[in-house]
């Protein structure tokens, strides 16, 4: 009699989860090729076929459907033992799924993730960034990093990382010609590198005073979503961005940019490592953790 292996039942529903053959194969680190020959090793087995396909989508058959529900409970309890004896280990090993933001991900990248990965070499790290929030529990992630007012109630958080604020800048031969800004109106009458964000609207820029906020539609020659793109276009004199002070720091102190209307941008909330609450966590998870917060007792001092 045939016998399907763990990695074949898994397959079919990390691709039922994430809805494609792309995605479940990055989440179980193998190739699209791979997971089909799996998903079709199974099919042949089971004398059925389980799963529609297209060229753009994929959906389960009514016996697709019926194998699902009947596997997934099974599959879980087989992950959950198998999580809970890897919880013994001594040695942290193994594979940390972390998701976050790109410019979280940029701030907690040296003095958290590469410094995890020095520590503990065994542990294999694979951080995702991505602008949309996510459930890091359905998503199958072990951790995620986002700011304390973004952190689901429901899980742990461990605050990261130095004080953040957003910073304003230009380049002094932007600066030459043109008045500096004062007061965030003053921005409308400059040409601004515009920010848009995942879900496709354009970004309002913040800024907060003595209790008074407000939020500008800035307007300029080109709109980017992605700070690394935003920082070269303002180097170059093309506009004013608008940018987390961390990115550009190091172009301020030397000079590169010029950080304006500082008074306007106050602290903002930190950067938070949350997590659920496991009663079996494995090694690495554990030493994960125990590094976020010497991180965090050294960022009080």
């Not at 190739?31 to 389980?50: D, F, H």
């Not at 033992?81 to 890897?86: D, I, S």
Request: aromatic share 6%; proline share 6%; hydrophobic share 45%.
């Amino acid at each position: 009699m045939s016998r399907s292996g763990l990695i074949e039942l898994e397959a079919i529903l990390a691709i039922v989860h994430r809805g494609s053959f792309r995605a479940a194969a990055v989440d179980l680190g193998m190739s699209t090729t791979a997971l089909s020959n799996a998903v079709g090793k199974l099919e042949q087995q089971l004398g059925v076929r389980l799963l529609n396909r297209t060229t753009r989508s994929v959906s389960l058959t009514d016996a697709g459907r019926t194998f699902v529900g009947q596997i997934a409970p099974a599959v879980q309890s087989i992950q959950d033992a198998m999580n809970t004896a890897r919880s013994q280990q001594s040695t942290p090993s193994g594979i940390l799924r972390i998701n976050s933001f790109a410019t979280a991900a940029r701030e907690i990248l040296s003095p958290l993730v590469l410094e995890f990965i020095r520590r503990y070499p065994q542990v294999h790290i694979d951080l995702v960034t991505e602008g949309r929030l996510v459930d890091v529990v359905a998503e199958g992630f072990d951790f995620g990093i986002r700011t304390a007012d973004l952190i689901p109630s429901d899980t742990i958080a461990i605050p990261i990382g130095a004080p953040r604020r957003f910073s304003v800048v230009a380049s002094p031969a932007y600066l030459e010609k043109r008045e500096t800004p004062q007061v965030p109106h003053d921005l409308l009458a400059h040409a601004c590198i515009r920010v848009r964000l995942p879900n496709g609207a354009p970004y309002r820029w913040h800024f907060a005073k003595n209790g008074e906020s407000m939020q500008i539609d800035v307007q300029g020659p080109i709109t980017l979503d992605e700070a690394s793109l935003s920082r070269i276009a303002a180097l170059d004199g093309v506009g004013i961005g608008f940018f987390m002070e961390a990115d550009v720091r190091d172009d301020v102190a030397s000079g590169r940019l010029v950080q304006m209307l500082e008074d306007w941008t106050p602290p903002l909330a930190p950067l938070c490592l949350y997590y659920p609450s496991r009663r079996h966590s494995s090694a690495a998870f554990k030493a994960f953790i125990d590094l976020a917060r010497e991180i965090a007792a050294v960022t009080r001092r």
